[in-house]
């Protein structure tokens, strides 16, 4: 029974339609302000994958949505060393482009709960529209934590999963992270923080 259960979300188009669910709104989004989630990050304090991957569509984003602002929100994972991811972040997409004076950090969140109250008060008096990056699954999520707490965001997803999902040895990977969001937002649901 387990072997085709794992054989039909392996083949079948269930994981990209819950991957989907999990994106949500689609938008290509100009503004203002953009606001950037913190991702994995490797023992040693450099960017992990999810993070390498929001800090360069950040980058794009901003090299061609006329973004004025970029706030980079993540504080340091258990064994970073102490690096706050968004400060690893930054610097990546200054060695990229973004100029360093238009980078505002919030260095101290460790769950995407933590990420939209403490970036809030960083955001809230800004002019403009506010759009928020972050991976394709994690964008329900975290859109909904935003505004759980006050602030109205404009989606701007990366495709993660929806990439990934086309590569047949990634898939495996793909199940399991898309499970994984879809328990992180019943938790969310459960708790009432969405």
Same mark, same amino acid.
């Given at each position: 029974?387990?072997?085709?259960?794992?054989?039909?979300?392996?083949?079948?188009?269930?994981?990209?339609?819950? &991957? *989907?669910?999990?994106?949500?709104?689609?938008?290509?989004?100009?503004?203002?302000?953009?606001?950037?989630?913190?991702?994995?990050?490797?023992?040693?304090?450099?960017?992990?994958?999810?993070?390498?991957? !929001?800090?360069?569509?950040?980058?794009?984003?901003?090299?061609? %949505?006329?973004?004025? !602002?970029?706030?980079?929100?993540?504080?340091?994972?258990?064994?970073?060393? %102490? !690096?706050?991811? &968004?400060? #690893?972040?930054?610097?990546?997409?200054?060695?990229?482009?973004?100029?360093?004076?238009?980078?505002?950090?919030?260095?101290?969140?460790?769950?995407? *709960?933590?990420?939209?109250?403490?970036?809030?008060?960083?955001?809230?008096?800004?002019?403009?529209?506010?759009?928020?990056?972050?991976?394709?699954?994690?964008?329900?999520? &975290?859109?909904?934590?935003?505004?759980?707490?006050?602030?109205?965001? #404009?989606?701007?997803?990366?495709?993660?999963?929806?990439?990934?999902?086309?590569?047949?040895?990634? *898939?495996?990977?793909?199940?399991?992270? #898309?499970?994984? %969001?879809?328990?992180?937002?019943?938790?969310?649901?459960?708790?009432?923080?969405?």
């Amino acid at each position: 029974m387990f072997v085709i259960v794992l054989t039909i979300l392996y083949t079948s188009p269930l994981v990209p339609r819950v &991957a *989907r669910w999990l994106t949500g709104d689609w938008e290509d989004a100009k503004s203002d302000v953009l606001i950037v989630l913190g991702g994995s990050q490797l023992g040693d304090g450099t960017l992990g994958v999810e993070s390498y991957w !929001r800090s360069v569509y950040a980058y794009w984003a901003f090299r061609d %949505g006329g973004f004025r !602002r970029v706030v980079v929100t993540g504080g340091p994972n258990p064994d970073s060393g %102490g !690096r706050p991811v &968004a400060r #690893v972040m930054a610097d990546f997409m200054t060695a990229l482009g973004v100029p360093k004076e238009d980078i505002i950090l919030e260095e101290k969140s460790k769950s995407t *709960r933590e990420n939209a109250l403490m970036t809030v008060p960083l955001v809230k008096d800004m002019p403009g529209t506010k759009v928020l990056l972050t991976s394709d699954i994690h964008m329900r999520r &975290a859109r909904a934590a935003f505004a759980r707490v006050g602030l109205k965001t #404009v989606p701007a997803p990366i495709p993660d999963v929806r990439k990934r999902w086309n590569s047949w040895v990634d *898939r495996w990977a793909c199940i399991f992270d #898309v499970g994984v %969001g879809l328990v992180k937002y019943g938790y969310y649901a459960a708790r009432g923080w969405v």
